[in-house]
């Protein structure tokens, strides 16, 4: 604590939103493509902070890693010319342009994939030499290349003969043998996904049968990616023709928040070993401590408060910081739809906590169907508190449930918090066009298992692939297999929720320096720390991945009333 104390239903018809028209929780609305304002920020933004040098310095987008797919590369094995063969039988319907206008989706997806592979969806941060000297491609890397080399082998107009007269095209220069595997495998998805896109379910299979040869969920990251994609096309594709397997099942079941709630080594682990699980909190907390530094009774609504972790923090800064305005009572209200037993348990282990550290502490539970019945009797408010609303991941899920959002954010504006903290996940996962959401969601999760693979490679492996299988993979499996009222995760990015507050009367606020300041402390603490990436997008801080976004963390107030 020594940095704290320095310091479908509904959605799918929303085509009227705002003044623009624009469905944007479908999230095929982007907004134009800027340099952020304030910056890149992987460390030298937040370590001025605490030397108090220069102003903040801005950085590009991290695209000093070209490769050009047509340089004269190294001789091809047979297999790889064998394999090559098999995916442009595959893929040769769209090999001519003529062609594309068969499958209206092809050129917009490329496009969209085109984005990722020359870097322009990434956080605007320069590597150092240090970054880019000897180092294995990352993940997230290795897709980008693959998108290229799909992107050429759709776009160019020579036909597969001439393709399979110039092997080279298989490889680039410089790669390893895995990597240069890793890319063909990753090439593959994007073919099958492709071909599903299309409706061309035969083929598809024919690719996804490569991908399970070569993948598989106790191989490299790569090979792990692959293997729980192309389990999510097959099983969109039993879906779409009627042949639902009756494996995996199971998953739908599955309730990943009720999950998160209970203590157990897979989640200690998480908390323990990857940074995004604790930088927020920490951040996020310290906004609500800056809020209410001089107020003695404190009221927290909590919408989904999981393991309640974020609190502890809370309550070591609150102990620790307020000798001038000794705090009277600390009081959270945890709003649950199911799962009472599991919050009954965190509020107990909250009140234990706060005895060790002699905080005065209340814990109120309010059950309730859904968002629709909330109202202000529920949950005891007092005109002597001041009240601020935590939500960590709890308003994505309402996102298919339009009018139930739209209550909550009226319930919100009509208590009118001092505060509310937001952390999301930042991507794009509800496009209604499948390959878009599959592009979107294969370079999201591709920095997300390359972070698991580096964070927790001194764990048990068995914990790595109970983290990829079940919590990981089941947001795949829901995002790609699943539509309609099916699909429940439906991640939209910050520029979304920031056109949606708008229409409620709320301002995003600043992220105050001492907040910044405890993302970088935190971070410090991991051995891969370095390779976690800030930004700012306005007024919001985003966590990536070696430049991937991953989460943000925004903090809100409602406008007065006239």
């Known amino acids: 604590m020594e940095g704290m104390n320095k310091g479908e239903c509904g959605v799918d018809d929303w085509e009227e939103f705002g003044n623009g ?179 061309q379910y035969d083929r598809a299979r024919k690719l996804l049968n490569q991908c399970d040869l070569l993948s598989s969920n106790n191989g490299n990251p790569v090979q792990r990616v692959v293997h729980y994609f192309s389990e999510a096309l097959r099983k969109r594709i039993d879906r779409e023709t009627g042949r639902e397997a009756s494996q995996g099942l199971e998953s739908e079941v599955f309730d990943v928040d009720e999950a998160v709630m209970i203590p157990n080594p897979t989640i200690q682990a998480c908390h323990e070993g990857i940074p995004f699980y604790q930088v927020p909190h920490f951040a996020g907390t310290q906004a609500i401590a800056e809020n209410m530094a001089e107020t003695k009774r404190i009221h927290l609504i909590d919408l989904k408060i999981r393991n309640g972790l974020q609190w502890t923090v809370l309550m070591q800064a609150l102990a620790s910081s307020r000798n001038e305005c000794p705090l009277e009572l600390l009081k959270i209200t945890a709003v649950g739809t199911n799962s009472k037993k599991h919050i009954e348990d965190t509020g107990n282990r909250l009140k234990s906590f706060a005895q060790t550290i002699n905080i005065p502490f209340s814990f109120k539970i309010v059950m309730v169907s859904d968002m629709l019945v909330l109202k202000e009797d529920l949950f005891e408010l007092d005109a002597d508190e001041e009240l601020a609303i935590y939500s960590e991941y709890a308003l994505k899920s309402l996102i298919g449930q339009p009018n139930q959002l739209d209550h909550l954010m009226q319930f919100f504006r009509s208590i009118n918090p001092c505060i509310m903290v937001m952390i999301e996940v930042e991507a794009n996962h509800n496009s209604r066009v499948f390959v878009h959401r599959f592009i979107e969601t294969l370079f999201y999760f591709s920095a997300y298992f390359d972070c698991v693979d580096a964070c927790m490679e001194h764990n048990d492996s068995d914990i790595r692939m109970v983290i990829e299988s079940i919590y990981l993979g089941e947001g795949i499996r829901n995002i790609v297999a699943s539509e309609g009222e099916e699909r429940k995760i439906r991640n939209v990015k910050i520029d979304v929720w920031r056109k949606f507050f708008a229409q409620f009367g709320m301002v995003e606020t600043d992220q105050s320096e001492a907040s910044l300041y405890q993302a970088n402390f935190v971070i410090k603490k991991f051995a891969s720390g370095s390779s976690c990436t800030f930004d700012m997008d306005e007024k919001s801080l985003l966590i990536g991945w070696k430049g991937t976004p991953i989460l943000s963390l925004s903090t809100w107030k409602f406008m007065p009333q006239e």
């Open 21 to 199: 028209g624009i469905d944007c929780f479908s999230s095929d609305y982007v907004l134009p493509h800027k340099e952020s304002s304030g910056g890149g920020c992987r460390f030298s933004k937040f370590e001025q902070l605490e030397q108090q040098k220069e102003p903040f310095l801005d950085h590009r987008s991290f695209e000093d890693r070209k490769f050009n797919v047509l340089d004269p590369l190294l001789p091809a094995c047979p297999n790889q010319i064998a394999m090559l063969r098999e995916i442009q039988e595959e893929i040769e319907d769209i090999v001519d342009p003529k062609k594309h206008n068969e499958h209206p989706f092809s050129s917009s997806s490329l496009d969209l994939l085109k984005d990722y592979t020359e870097g322009r969806r990434r956080l605007n941060i320069e590597p150092s030499k240090a970054d880019l000297a000897g180092k294995k491609l990352s993940t997230e890397e290795i897709m980008r290349i693959a998108g290229a080399k799909f992107i050429q082998s759709c776009t160019r107009k020579a036909d597969v003969g001439s393709m399979l007269n110039n092997p080279f095209d298989l490889c680039f220069s410089g790669l390893s043998d895995e990597e240069t595997k890793n890319v063909e495998l990753a090439e593959t998805l994007l073919a099958s996904a492709e071909k599903v896109g299309n409706q």
